[in-house]
């Protein structure tokens, strides 16, 4: 081949490097991502803060990312779309991720915590008022609204139940949405809702609820990890730039939740609530690192519970969050 066209299919080479979505090259920080356009799960509860803060400032897009949000009323929910490939990612309980993780539903990975819930966070049941229901001594026999059986609503009531001495076969869960269980309270189709903020604050607002069981309280459930972000083992293998990106806007949501003037300001436009309402919520930790022990503690207790068949090792199942980049 003559010297000038060696240059000229060079140059050409070099051009369709630059200007293909291979990840090859970026803006100059760092690798590019793989997936521009992302599938993302998320939910309305004080929990995804953080992702709703990055959505409503437009973080994603500081990473060259157009992120499609679904509304997803559980875990449970949105893990068979996540295996199935319509979501990229999604939000849910550790409960639920761990669970399908351990049947074979799904191979995930663990890319970020949302959520850590200390005592009197409003992670709690409440009943409606005039309800005999008092405290966990009292919910033998009762009905029991949660957004999905088998999570981490189902883990945290067999906890308190325990702890309190009560059989959990006693009791009876109903499934529905976080939006309609004051309505069920109110109708007494129920006897007791597993709710967090802001539907607790909510609740309370617009019918009087009582908080009776604080279901992060005292105990084995205190401080409780509730819930994160995942993704398959294959789109993480496939994407790691991906991934990657989408942890730091992650972070960057974490950071911002801690500040509470934040979650305030976000809480009306993603759950459509009064701001006097918001001012009023009560709001737990956003953890900015992804622990594998503090997660590992979410299966060891599933397997207390006999929610969990054996012993599930999540340190291989986590992707450490990376540095932010300058």
């Known amino acids: 081949m003559k010297r000038p066209q060696a240059l000229g299919l ?68 949105a893990i068979p779309k996540l295996a199935a490939g319509a979501l990229d990612f999604t939000f849910g309980n550790w409960v639920s991720f761990m669970k399908a993780q351990a049947a074979g539903a799904a191979d995930l990975r663990f890319i970020s915590e949302s959520y850590v819930a200390p005592p009197d966070s ?5 009943t409606g008022p005039g309800s005999t229901v008092t405290g966990v001594r009292d919910l033998a026999g009762k009905t029991i609204a949660v957004n999905a059986k088998g999570n981490i609503n189902e883990l945290l009531i067999r906890a308190v139940l325990e702890a309190g001495g009560i059989d959990f076969s006693s009791v009876k869960l109903v499934e529905m ?5 004051a309505g069920a309270l109110a109708a007494k189709t129920v006897d007791v809702a597993a709710l967090l903020d802001p539907f607790v604050v909510d609740a309370q607002k617009t019918m009087g609820a009582k908080v009776v069981v604080d279901l992060t309280g005292a105990g084995p459930t205190a401080d409780f990890p509730i819930a994160g972000f995942a993704t398959t083992a294959t789109f993480a293998q496939e994407n790691p730039e991906t991934v990657a990106a989408i942890q730091r806007v992650l972070l960057k949501g974490q950071q911002l939740s801690a500040d509470r003037k934040n979650v305030e300001e976000a809480l009306p436009k993603y759950a459509k609530m009064d701001p006097a309402t918001a001012a009023s919520v009560k709001i737990g930790q956003y953890p900015t690192a992804i622990d594998p022990k503090r997660l590992q503690r979410v299966a060891d207790l599933l397997v207390s519970y006999g929610m969990l068949p054996a012993k599930l090792d999540v340190a291989p199942l986590v992707v450490p969050v990376p540095a932010p980049r300058d």
């Not at 992302?38 to 004080?46: S, T």
């Not at 949405?177 to 269980?181: E, K, S, V």
């Open 177 to 181: 949405g976080f939006a309609d269980m």
């Open 10 to 77: 060079l140059a050409a080479t070099m051009v369709t490097l630059l200007t293909t979505g291979c990840g090859l090259v970026s803006d100059g920080t760092g690798p590019a991502a793989e997936r521009k356009t992302l599938k993302v799960g998320v939910m309305v509860g004080i929990d995804c803060s953080g992702v709703q803060l990055a959505l409503q400032k437009r973080l994603f897009e500081e990473e060259g990312l157009v992120v499609e949000p679904e509304t997803v009323q559980s875990g449970a929910i």
């Open 122 to 126: 409003n992670f709690a049941l409440i």
